[in-house]
């Protein structure tokens, strides 16, 4: 399926908005959309919106053979699929550029920053580490996956808790993340850009950070020529944002914790918006099961199950196998009048000796 | 011939948003107890010439696991759901393009193939396709005494010798598609078609209470 082509008229517009500093939503150059951040039922599961982005995060873990170059290190798996939910697009078993680059872009963000200490996910050094993988599921594409993606990412790994396994039992313990680190994308002039103006843009600045205020990556794409008091501006505007973001993150963790504490039901079930008018609910309801047993025992009485005639199999020699009697040849071959074709149903895989016989009858 | 006994049997909370995502042209999410499913619908589109059918719609249906990549499990109950989208939607009315349903799965605490089908229906009733009917997912389970119980979780469905998933119609509340694990005699079969059948009709008013609802403002 293909997306709608962007007009020459709406290009025009936007990037003459953009001239005079104004943004299509209303809003300001460097304003962030809405963040929501929202849990699932199990640990690990977390769903983010920016503004109308929609974006979901899973983590699970498996033990597995560590690499043989790094006996003593977890290992981290990363994979944003990009779904063709999110946009009419996005095909099923791509692997189209767009993926290819996030996936290496969030790869990156988080294996350069360390935020995860692999070393702790070792378990029997040399034979049995923590694989953590994270799975991104981009739900509804309104621009900027790169950002709800990290965001996502690293909340999903905060959330979720791996579970210790010792000689004697299990026992639960968080997943050590030692500083949040978030991705923010910076296009040409404005912060968080939105579907449009995507589209509209040459380049693109996407600078990770985390809350010490250190650069964890930065990229560039799009061949644009940036000045060096561009780059400055963005990274202090990002470091500015990344600490607003991180305090949202970790207010999330807060009430999702206490909630689970309080024992309140938690996940995509109970997060759902009550007073919309295009969400129900409706409580567990008992079904009537009155006339049940006698309509089935009706329904069974009427119809007799029919009489099968299955030929039962025979052994006409070790290794043979025969179900039935072939049908008379209809290819209307008068020598082999007399020679019944026999379908010889095979159960052994070497028959060369029956396929010879087939071989000389059909001559 | 076994009396089974057929206690317990209710449905768990429900609960369904439409309209959530802004791209797909059609999107609602299911949830049935924690059972929760992503439905987003793209249609009629333009199709691929190889994939073109001269009088009808193609439907594509895709499921997304929540962890892993799709594997044989989740092509077979696409499947299930393509199969029953087909019989009740009116493809003839959109020649030589395509319908895309693609459902993501949130969580799974059981009965997903009814849940996946009912989140199928709510999202091409929001995309306004033509259909003939409605149809909705009904899952029950056998457990090893024989007693039949509708909407099992995970845990419930781990004990069960059987489990049954029916997609139902709304006009004539006949089967359109059954999905079966595990062993059951003829009886038990159509105990729980029945069982399924009853139920069928407290989901199909729950569709209708949602769309009115919705419609309450406009209409």
Same mark, same amino acid.
């Given at each position: 399926?293909?997306?709608?082509?962007?007009?020459?008229?709406?290009?025009?517009?936007?990037?003459?908005?953009?001239?005079?500093?104004?943004?299509?939503? %209303?809003?300001?150059? !460097?304003? !962030?959309?809405?963040?929501?951040?929202?849990?699932?039922? &199990? !640990?690990?599961?977390?769903?983010?919106?920016?503004?109308?982005?929609?974006?979901?995060?899973?983590?699970?873990?498996?033990?597995?053979? @560590?690499?043989?170059?790094?006996?003593?290190?977890?290992?981290?798996?990363?994979?944003? $699929?990009?779904?063709?939910?999110?946009?009419?697009?996005? /095909?099923?078993?791509?692997?189209? $550029?767009?993926?290819?680059?996030?996936?290496?872009?969030?790869?990156?963000?988080?294996?350069?920053?360390?935020?995860?200490?692999?070393?702790?996910?070792?378990?029997?050094?040399?034979?049995?580490?923590?694989?953590?993988?994270?799975?991104?599921?981009?739900?509804?594409? &309104?621009?900027?996956?790169?950002?709800?993606?990290?965001?996502?990412?690293?909340?999903?790994?905060?959330?979720?808790?791996?579970?210790?396994?010792?000689?004697?039992?299990?026992?639960?313990?968080?997943?050590?993340?030692?500083?949040?680190?978030?991705?923010?994308? !910076?296009?040409?002039?404005?912060?968080?850009?939105? /579907?449009?103006?995507?589209?509209?843009?040459?380049?693109?600045?996407?600078?990770?950070?985390?809350?010490?205020?250190?650069?964890?990556?930065?990229?560039?794409?799009?061949?644009?020529?940036?000045?060096?008091?561009?780059?400055?501006?963005?990274?202090?505007?990002?470091?500015?944002?990344?600490?607003?973001?991180?305090?949202?993150?970790?207010?999330?963790?807060?009430?999702?914790?206490?909630?689970?504490?309080?024992?309140?039901?938690?996940?995509?079930?109970?997060?759902?918006?009550?007073?919309?008018?295009?969400?129900?609910?409706? &409580?567990?309801?008992?079904?009537?099961?009155?006339?049940?047993? /006698?309509?089935?025992?009706?329904?069974?009485?009427?119809?007799?199950?029919? @009489?099968?005639?299955?030929?039962? @199999?025979?052994?006409?020699? @070790?290794?043979?196998?025969?179900? %039935?009697?072939?049908?008379?040849?209809?290819?209307?071959?008068?020598?082999?009048?007399?020679?019944?074709? $026999?379908? /010889?149903?095979?159960?052994?895989?070497?028959?060369?000796?029956?396929?010879?016989?087939?071989?000389?009858?059909?001559? | 011939?076994?009396?089974?006994?057929?206690?317990?049997?209710?449905?768990?909370?429900?609960?369904?948003?439409?309209?959530?995502?802004?791209?797909?042209?059609? *999107?609602?999410?299911?949830?049935?107890?924690?059972?929760?499913?992503?439905?987003?619908?793209?249609?009629?589109?333009?199709?691929?010439?190889?994939?073109?059918?001269?009088?009808?719609?193609?439907?594509?249906?895709?499921?997304?696991?929540? #962890?892993?990549?799709?594997?044989?499990?989740?092509? =077979?109950?696409?499947?299930?759901?393509?199969?029953?989208?087909?019989?009740?939607?009116?493809?003839?009315?959109?020649?030589?393009?395509?319908?895309?349903?693609?459902?993501? #799965?949130?969580?799974?605490?059981?009965?997903?193939?009814?849940?996946?089908?009912?989140?199928?229906?709510?999202?091409?009733?929001?995309?306004?396709?033509?259909?003939?009917?409605?149809?909705?997912?009904?899952?029950?389970?056998?457990?090893?005494?024989?007693?039949?119980?509708?909407?099992?979780?995970?845990?419930?469905?781990?004990?069960?010798?059987?489990?049954?998933?029916?997609?139902?119609?709304?006009?004539?509340?006949?089967?359109?598609? *059954? =999905?079966?694990?595990?062993?059951? =005699?003829?009886?038990?079969?159509?105990?729980?078609?029945?069982?399924?059948?009853?139920? =069928?009709?407290?989901?199909?008013?729950?569709?209708?209470?949602?769309?009115?609802?919705?419609?309450?403002?406009?209409?």
């Amino acid at each position: 399926m293909k997306d709608t082509p962007l007009s020459n008229c709406e290009r025009d517009f936007l990037l003459k908005a953009i001239e005079e500093k104004k943004r299509l939503d %209303g809003r300001q150059t !460097y304003d !962030y959309r809405n963040i929501k951040i929202t849990f699932g039922t &199990d !640990y690990g599961c977390c769903f983010v919106d920016l503004g109308k982005t929609r974006v979901m995060a899973q983590v699970s873990c498996e033990l597995v053979a @560590p690499k043989e170059t790094r006996p003593n290190e977890g290992i981290l798996f990363f994979n944003i $699929e990009l779904s063709p939910m999110a946009s009419p697009a996005f /095909e099923p078993g791509r692997q189209s $550029e767009l993926s290819v680059k996030l996936n290496r872009q969030l790869e990156r963000c988080f294996r350069n920053s360390k935020c995860i200490d692999t070393e702790s996910l070792c378990v029997v050094s040399g034979e049995k580490v923590w694989q953590i993988r994270v799975d991104v599921h981009t739900l509804n594409h &309104d621009g900027n996956l790169m950002d709800a993606a990290s965001i996502a990412a690293i909340t999903a790994l905060c959330h979720f808790r791996r579970p210790d396994v010792s000689i004697q039992g299990e026992e639960i313990t968080v997943v050590s993340a030692q500083h949040s680190t978030v991705c923010l994308i !910076y296009c040409t002039s404005n912060l968080d850009p939105c /579907e449009r103006e995507e589209r509209v843009m040459d380049g693109l600045l996407m600078i990770a950070m985390n809350k010490h205020r250190e650069i964890c990556s930065i990229q560039s794409s799009g061949g644009i020529m940036l000045l060096k008091e561009q780059v400055l501006r963005c990274s202090k505007i990002a470091s500015v944002k990344v600490s607003e973001i991180t305090e949202l993150i970790s207010k999330a963790l807060e009430n999702d914790k206490k909630a689970r504490k309080a024992g309140e039901r938690c996940g995509f079930a109970e997060s759902m918006p009550q007073e919309r008018i295009t969400a129900l609910k409706m &409580d567990e309801t008992p079904v009537e099961m009155k006339n049940v047993t /006698e309509k089935a025992e009706d329904i069974v009485k009427k119809y007799e199950a029919p @009489p099968q005639s299955v030929p039962s @199999p025979l052994v006409p020699a @070790p290794g043979v196998g025969q179900v %039935g009697q072939g049908q008379q040849n209809s290819w209307g071959l008068e020598e082999e009048d007399g020679e019944s074709e $026999e379908e /010889e149903e095979m159960v052994v895989e070497d028959q060369p000796k029956n396929k010879l016989d087939q071989g000389e009858c059909c001559k | 011939m076994e009396v089974c006994k057929s206690t317990d049997i209710s449905l768990r909370e429900f609960g369904c948003e439409q309209n959530l995502l802004s791209r797909p042209d059609g *999107s609602a999410s299911f949830i049935q107890g924690d059972t929760s499913v992503l439905a987003g619908m793209y249609g009629p589109a333009e199709v691929k010439v190889s994939k073109e059918i001269y009088d009808r719609a193609t439907l594509e249906v895709l499921i997304q696991p929540k #962890v892993g990549l799709p594997s044989v499990r989740e092509r =077979s109950q696409e499947q299930c759901v393509r199969e029953t989208c087909e019989a009740s939607l009116l493809s003839f009315l959109h020649p030589r393009s395509s319908l895309t349903l693609i459902l993501q #799965v949130v969580h799974n605490d059981g009965s997903l193939l009814s849940c996946l089908l009912n989140a199928a229906c709510m999202a091409l009733m929001d995309a306004g396709l033509p259909m003939s009917c409605l149809f909705c997912g009904v899952t029950c389970a056998i457990n090893s005494d024989g007693q039949i119980i509708t909407d099992p979780t995970v845990a419930q469905e781990k004990e069960s010798r059987a489990i049954l998933t029916f997609a139902i119609d709304s006009t004539d509340h006949k089967v359109l598609m *059954s =999905s079966t694990q595990g062993s059951f =005699s003829v009886y038990e079969l159509q105990q729980c078609i029945a069982v399924c059948q009853k139920a =069928s009709e407290k989901i199909f008013l729950f569709y209708r209470d949602s769309v009115q609802r919705r419609y309450s403002k406009t209409l």
